[in-house]
């Protein structure tokens, strides 16, 4: 028979041992409650992030849309004073001969077009290559398939961008998300003038076959070249 000291201590050590699986179950309750905490977190933090980036691409897409439309506007009100296509001259205020000869036809002077030359934000560049440099470029120097005529059409271009802002633009122009892609050809040759780069120009063929057949009757979008390594957004800003 057990002595009440001997029968004590048989509780103690009972209590002593249910205590320590209770404590061992908070413990396992607490690192489960902390793991989920925490995997709740980052599934919030992702789908803020994505959200943030995807609200940063919509705006970066409606900035470079916007300067599309006032370097439209302005040459268009170039037009309506007296000058004509073929009268533009785009050189630029760092060019030497900026300042020699009238200034009414050229589109960056202060008393011609008055355009401020647009600067691409490094946030929205994905430079792939330097020949010629990511940034804006506007000239006449090759045609459009689909304009009135096989003279050479005015356009602007905004050069090696990041694909999200490029998926946004299209989404305002089109509806669509989708970046075509040029079937030939390279993304210089086709909207940037050869003074800017070491390669050729050639048209815009639009027509089925044709090296860029997504931009028929487009007078702005965004595409790809054909590999998908490099993205530009394109505006006609004047076509004859």
């Not at 170039?78 to 004509?84: E, Y």
């Not at 633009?169 to 040029?182: A, D, E, F």
């Not at 815009?204 to 590999?227: D, M, P, R, V, Y």
Request: charged letters at 15%; glycine letters at 6%; a negative charge.
């Amino acid at each position: 028979m057990k002595t009440n000291q001997e029968q004590k201590g048989h509780y103690a050590q009972k209590n002593k041992a249910e205590s320590g699986s209770a404590l061992i179950y908070v413990l396992i309750a607490i690192a489960l409650f902390a793991a989920l905490s925490f995997t709740l977190s980052r599934q919030t933090d992702t789908g803020e992030t994505r959200r943030l980036s995807n609200d940063r691409a919509d705006i970066m897409a409606t900035q470079l849309i916007s300067t599309a439309a006032q370097v439209k506007s302005a040459v268009d009100q170039m037009f309506f004073t007296g000058s004509q296509i073929n009268d533009l001259n785009f050189e630029l205020p760092s060019d030497a001969n900026f300042e020699i000869g009238s200034p009414i036809h050229k589109v960056f002077h202060p008393s011609g077009g008055g355009i401020i030359p647009p600067v691409l934000s490094p946030s929205v560049m994905s430079e792939v290559t330097n020949d010629p440099p990511a940034g804006w470029y506007l000239g006449r120097f090759n045609n459009i398939e689909w304009s009135q005529s096989s003279a050479h059409d005015v356009i602007l271009v905004a050069y090696q961008i990041n694909r999200a802002t490029c998926e946004h633009i299209n989404k305002s122009i089109t509806g669509s998300m989708n970046i075509p892609n040029l079937n030939s050809g390279n993304l210089e040759q086709l909207f940037i003038d050869v003074f800017y780069h070491s390669g050729a120009n050639v048209d815009i063929t639009t027509g089925t076959g044709g090296n860029c057949e997504a931009c028929h009757n487009q007078t702005s979008l965004c595409i790809s070249n054909s590999a998908r390594s490099a993205y530009a957004f394109y505006t006609v800003i004047a076509n004859q």
